[in-house]
């Protein structure tokens, strides 16, 4: 194929073809412009309904093979005649002339002759899609929804902000028994587009493969004696390499607070947690006085 352009005036002069673009053509730009993936448009499709018998998607949009699928009211699968499983929450292109059976979808179990659709599959289909999310199911009740990795289409723009900068803040004061060790509860959180912080537990989750810089300010109430730590666990298991402590006497502020900043860079996995979990050896109890958390995508 010769060099070529498109969305010239239909004129059939130059690159403008006298009886407009094909769908193989408009189906090619878009290929090659966007890719495959979820665009960031709206809610960007997120899904929700942990603990319940419908999976909700929120509104987006998404590439699949050149293929425009949009959702701009949010839309719902019921999960209940699912039983005990794990299913790929799929955008699927049906290129067919008649409808694709699926495990469920929005309409039932079927996916529709020449449409691009949502829906709950056990394996990956035959037909153009991409994959969204994991979904686990028991009894039909959904007990896990998990992002896949590289969702979004390949045009995504990172930019500066709300979008890719999650915090944390602790909300009131963390009382801590010697030689006890407990995740710091972040009460007042914002979350981004690649991580959610539960403003209940804490734990920090990974929405979107990449490497992330998890950054952490905590103070104590003050202290003269024995140490204090502070580390991350990811997926429940303790990061040796996240390991901080100091006495509390050689870095102290006046007779007020001990201070620490901890500053951290790692690959995740989509669906990775993480925890900050601290740890003071006074003797007795003590006070987490105040911690802010930052977690930013690198790349």
Known sequence: MAEQSMFWPTTGTGDGISGGYTDARLKTIWKAALGNGVLQYLNKLEATGTGTSTLAVNTGAAI???????????????????????????????????????????????????????????????????????????????????????????????TVGSSTLATGLLATAQTYANATSATIVLGTVTNSDYVTINSTTGVITIKEAG???????????????????????????????????????????????????????????????????????SGGNLNLTGCRVTVARLG
């Open 211 to 281: 490497v992330y810089a998890i950054n952490v300010f905590y103070s104590w109430t003050y202290n003269a004696t024995g140490e204090r730590f502070l580390y991350l666990n990811v997926n429940s298991v303790a990061d040796v390499n996240t390991v901080t402590n100091f006495v509390a006497s050689s870095i102290s502020f006046g007779t007020n607070t001990t201070r620490n900043v901890v500053a951290y860079q790692r690959s995740f996995s989509a669906g990775d947690t993480v925890d900050v979990i601290a740890e003071q050896r």
């Open 64 to 158: 699949v093979e050149g293929y425009l699928y949009e959702n701009d009211s949010s839309a719902s699968i019921a999960t209940a005649s699912l039983g005990s499983a794990t299913y790929g929450l799929y955008v699927i292109a049906n290129e067919d002339a008649s409808a694709l059976t699926v495990s469920r979808s929005v309409a039932g179990t079927t996916v529709a002759a020449k449409s691009t659709r949502l829906a709950l599959n056990s394996t990956t289909p035959a037909q153009p899609n991409i994959k969204i999310a994991t979904v686990v199911t028991s009894g039909g009740s959904i007990t896990s929804i998990t992002a896949e990795n590289n969702r979004f289409a390949a045009s995504r723009v990172k």
